[in-house]
């Protein structure tokens, strides 16, 4: 079983920046697709950007532009870079690992756009 945890979520007024990232305990980290998505309150959990073990990336439509997910194999981390946050972008996000039909989710890191 792969641990994943998520950090560096807080408190961020509407137009500011966060930078998340997503560790997981795998020596084989390379070979794991990782998502993000987002749960606000009283809503089903949401997907926001994915990136493939080849670096690969997709995008919510309503995140393009805006976030930037990127890896770092050599620190097992996976980043999502947010800028130009919006209140709607407020909720829990959560870290996706995924590699040949397992999947594991960390616990998840608030944020939280207000001002």
């Known amino acids: 079983q792969v641990q994943v945890v998520e950090s560096g979520g807080g408190l961020v007024q509407p137009g500011g920046s966060l930078r998340l990232s997503c560790a997981a305990s795998t020596s084989i980290f390379n070979t794991y697709a990782i998502s993000w998505y987002r749960q606000a309150p009283g809503k089903e959990r949401e997907f926001v950007a994915h990136?493939?073990?080849?670096?690969?990336?997709n995008y919510a439509d309503s995140k393009k532009g805006r976030f930037t997910i990127s890896r770092n194999n050599a620190k097992n981390t996976v980043y999502l870079q947010m800028n130009s946050l919006e209140p709607e972008d407020t909720g829990v996000y959560y870290c996706?690992?995924?590699?040949?039909?397992?999947?594991?989710w960390g616990q998840g890191t608030q944020v939280t756009v207000s001002s």
């Open positions: 990136i493939t073990s080849g670096g690969s990336t």
């Open positions: 996706r690992a995924y590699r040949l039909g397992n999947v594991n």
